[in-house]
């Protein structure tokens, strides 16, 4: 994963793709940027953050609209009766779209999304309050062998990131808890420090946001993070993970192939802008940039390390 993660950017980064974008063709109003979650979680963040640098970077801004339902199922179930006209994008998140089709609940598939870009993604990380009694990851294992499925694990909905990561910690640490699925990060935050639940999945970004309040254990990633310096890695605690949630954006079917291409190349400006990716990178958020030409050997392999882990979760026969 590693090594995909280091090709998606490297091979993006340097080589700015060439369209109508440069001639200033598009957008040529603000866009209609609806968010699957409630506001305040990380997608909400990054859609209104890359708004104000669409708005520096082109005049026009993005009108950001939060759906939430059914862990973002709701708003991806009805992408494809949006207009294909470049000017209504939905938030789009993995592995929230490989999962959730396959426990045949939702009203969309996979391949019905149309993913355009992805600008970043977010480690998973096993977060408590501050002023837990576990004061490090061993504690709370502990804890979790003497009262099997006592212990309560927040995340952000059911059959996603947080989700696949939470089976992960079950699985690899012959742990056996309570998942407790929230609709964004936002109530997960509420949850967590008014002590309703022991622990969290989540994100670096959440703890960075919380940095006061909450304590990280560990976080899945190939090195220790540098707002975190005493947290230990999972890889450093046994564990063969490093994962996390990824997001982009997608667009109705009916979309032109060159509006396509358009709408990867202004993310691709957005997210390549310099202020905004030393903010976004200070902020727990790993810039990705997978173009709308990546997007296809993209998905192929993010399905194929999915799909062990949606077995685990019995969402595969």
Known sequence: MKKLLQSVAVGALFVAPASALAQGA?????????IPFVPGGE???????QGKVAAKLTGKDFVVQNKAGAGGALAWGQLNSLPGDGYTVVGSNLPHLILQPLEGQVQYKTDDIVNVFFFHYTPDALVVAADSPYRTFADLAAAAKASPGK??????????????????LEVQGKLKMTYVPFKGTGDLTTALLGKHVDAAMTYPTFAVANKEKTRVLAVATPNRLPQFPNTPTFRELGFDWVDGAYRGVAVPKS?????RKQLSELFFRINNEPEHRKQMLDGGYEQI??????MGEFMKKR???????????????
């Open 289 to 294: 940039d997978v173009t709308y030409e990546q």
């Open 151 to 168: 212990l309560t694990i927040a995340g952000s909905g059911t059959n996603s990131a947080n989700h696949m990561a939470f089976q992960r």
């Open 303 to 317: 399905t194929a390390e999915t799909m062990p882990l949606a077995r685990q979760m019995g969402l595969v026969k």
């Open 255 to 259: 979309t032109p192939e060159a509006v």
């Open 43 to 49: 997608s909400d963040i990054a859609a209104r953050l």
């Open 26 to 34: 598009f957008p040529e109003r603000a866009i209609n940027y609806i």
